[in-house]
């Protein structure tokens, strides 16, 4: 079978048309459960943006972060993420997905420990470097996971629900942060991995994989438990993919290449967009524009991103993805380029204006214009995110799990969440760099709505599946 053939593009298994709907609903359960690991990796990125305010706060004997430091602590996560990312690749074929999934608890669970325990800098960032060892793979092994779990009416929203579990976790973080200080913050974040390691447990494997590894009885039982009922699935040969493997020699062909250059491409501008920067640094960001209340605003952008992310996982398989991203890079566009406008209008007035209260009672009296623009942050924040919710988050990590030939989907998807967390690691490490190289706020904000725009130019977007 060579990589062009038609057949190499259906699903491994499929239903007849005339019993698409299941019988089971446990594999609704299999899903969530390997969604926790999109929810912890989203609680250890939203980590940072609480708990490094805090740390900025914290006196001796607790390790304290200076400005370098801080974006140290936000940025190695992605650094450990790239790793997992290659790991994550060489474990998704060897080890399988169900067991690739249980792995990843443990650098999780021990990441959190350590940053719990912290006594120094340095126990702070192994902690955070562990916890994003284990983002990397799960960020890779869970939407393949769900993908070939699921049967092709629902793949689209089970996929999309990758993210939701992402943004769920990230809100998790900013509104414990808000009660909790960052050694407690840690403690919680042990505790959606390990349940995710006792629901997995009790999980099967991928009936895909157990057809790679020519155990078709043992898939037939996957299928039983799943989705209620074996009968009526079909799967094309799967020996000659098996015995092949990946060779560079394969990249020849357009099968091959094409969706290798879209899933790259795709990661390298979702990170190139700065939210992943956005969101380790929400309360920063806020803090920059002098708010009183930084981390209610944070929990205000985390509530929109979950409802927009929520809102594309339902309407994805009937908008298309090629109509969201597009609907996405223009919201984005527009929310950036107001974002860079408020720091501009607000820069170097004295006593900024934006320093107000988000809890403040509705007045009937005239509101001064500077909270106007002070609301103006606020919902060009919001704006970004839910842009970005609906499009440019959800669907690279959904067309990554769909777009692969069965036979390079580990290497291929391991180089595509190198490329995603390389680039979210530059980002983010820079951030601070760039709030000052750039010419400040304004002129960061202004160079992230360009290159949002040169999203709706990218020639990817038509040869997308609709």
């Known amino acids: 079978m060579t990589p ?7 699903p491994l298994l499929r239903p007849p048309d ?41 006196v001796t004997p607790a390790p304290r972060l200076d400005d370098e430091a801080a974006s140290w602590f936000g940025a190695v996560v992605t650094l450990g993420a790239a790793a997992g990312g290659v790991l994550g690749g060489w474990l998704l074929d060897r080890a399988g997905r169900k067991l690739s999934l249980l792995l990843c608890t443990v650098p999780f669970v021990l990441g959190f420990a350590v940053i719990t325990g912290a006594q120094n800098v340095l126990m702070l960032l192994g902690g955070r470097l562990l916890t994003g060892l284990a983002c990397g793979v799960a960020s890779l092994v869970a939407p393949v996971y769900i993908s070939e779990i699921a049967y092709p009416a ?6 999309s629900c990758v993210q939701l579990m992402v943004v769920i976790g990230i809100l998790l973080a900013y509104l414990a ?51 209620g009922s074996e009968q009526g699935w079909e799967e094309p ?45 929400a309360e920063t960001i806020f803090e920059e524009a002098k708010f009183k209340d930084s981390s209610l605003a944070s929990i205000i952008v985390g509530v929109i991103q979950v409802l927009f992310t929520a809102v594309a996982a339902l309407i994805m398989d009937r908008a298309g ?12 566009v527009f929310s950036a380029s107001a974002f860079g406008t408020y720091f501009k209008l607000t820069q170097n007035r004295p006593g900024n204006s934006s320093h107000v209260d988000l809890l403040a009672p509705v007045s009937a009296q005239p509101v001064d214009a500077s909270v106007g623009l002070a609301w103006l942050a606020v919902g060009s924040m919001c704006l970004f995110i839910a842009g970005f919710a609906v499009g440019w988050g959800p669907i690279p990590w959904l067309l990554m799990s769909e777009i692969f030939p069965l036979q ?12 995603n967390w390389l680039m979210a690691f530059l980002v983010t490490k820079e951030f601070s760099s760039l709030m000052v190289s750039a010419g400040g706020p304004p002129a960061l904000w202004s160079l992230l709505a360009r290159l ?13 599946c609709p």
Request: charged share 10%; glycine share 8%.
């Open 4 to 10: 062009d053939d038609p057949e190499e593009t259906q």
């Open 18 to 58: 005339h019993s698409s709907v299941p019988r089971s609903r446990r594999g609704f359960l299999a899903a969530f459960a390997a969604a926790l690991g999109p929810l912890s990796f989203g609680f250890a990125l939203g980590y940072s943006s609480p708990a490094i305010p805090s740390l900025r706060r914290a």
């Open 154 to 159: 629902v793949r689209g929203l089970l996929g």
């Open 177 to 227: 942060g808000w009660v909790l200080e960052w050694r407690w913050l840690a403690v919680l974040g042990c505790v959606p991995p390990f349940l995710m390691l006792l629901l997995m447990c009790c999980m099967p494997e991928t009936p895909r994989f157990l057809l790679t590894q020519h155990k078709r009885q043992e898939a037939m039982a996957a299928l039983q438990f799943l989705w």
């Open 237 to 281: 040969p799967v020996g000659a993919e098996h015995q092949q493997g990946f060779q560079l020699a394969l990249l020849r062909h357009p099968g091959i290449y094409k969706p290798f250059l879209i899933g790259v491409s795709l990661m390298a501008f979702q990170q190139l967009s700065g939210v992943n920067a956005v969101m380790f640094y």
């Open 321 to 332: 993805r090629r109509l969201l991203l597009t609907l996405s890079g223009v919201i984005m």
């Open 408 to 419: 390079v989907k580990g290497v291929a998807t391991g180089v595509c969440v190198l490329t």
């Open 452 to 464: 949002c725009f040169l999203y709706l130019q990218c020639p990817f977007h038509f040869v997308l």
